[in-house]
């Protein structure tokens, strides 16, 4: 069984720090793209970062740049996100996503942007509220 399972999740006074991680079963991280997605109560889920293949490149929605970093531990088969300075702003509900890996025929992250379509493959979610 292929699945995506998230943690790390939380409540944090704003200006602290939260490690979330998607961990994988049945598959190898490693061939696939991940993104990491979240949506607040109201709104629509929006991508926050990215990590192509075999970590090509790294991508950060504006929102988070400088103080989310995400990152690969191919030796557990995980993907953390590691989120510092966190606001208000911040709550939502945090999800993990694969994309179909080599199947997908255009870059679903580099450098220079993501593909957020391209991401189909979802873990359950994790909560972060940052509140004081």
């Known amino acids: 069984q292929v699945t995506l399972v998230e943690s790390g999740g939380g409540l944090v006074q704003p200006g602290g720090s939260l490690r979330l991680s998607c961990a994988a079963s049945?598959?190898?991280?490693?061939?696939?793209?991940i993104g990491w997605f979240r949506q607040a109560p109201g709104k629509e889920r929006e991508g926050v970062s990215c990590v192509s293949r075999s970590n090509g490149g790294t991508y950060y929605a504006d929102s988070v740049k400088g103080r989310f970093t995400i990152s690969r531990d191919n030796a557990k088969n995980t993907v953390s996100l590691q989120m510092n300075s966190l606001k208000p702003e911040d709550t939502a509900v945090y999800y993990c996503?694969?994309?179909?890996?080599?199947?997908?025929?255009?870059?679903?992250?580099?450098?220079?942007?993501?593909?957020?379509?391209?991401?189909?493959?979802w873990g359950q979610g994790t909560q972060v509220t940052v509140s004081s």
């Open positions: 996503a694969t994309d179909e890996g080599i199947l997908n025929l255009s870059p679903s992250c580099s450098d220079y942007g993501a593909r957020w379509g391209n991401f189909n493959s």
């Open positions: 049945g598959f190898t991280l490693d061939y696939y793209a």
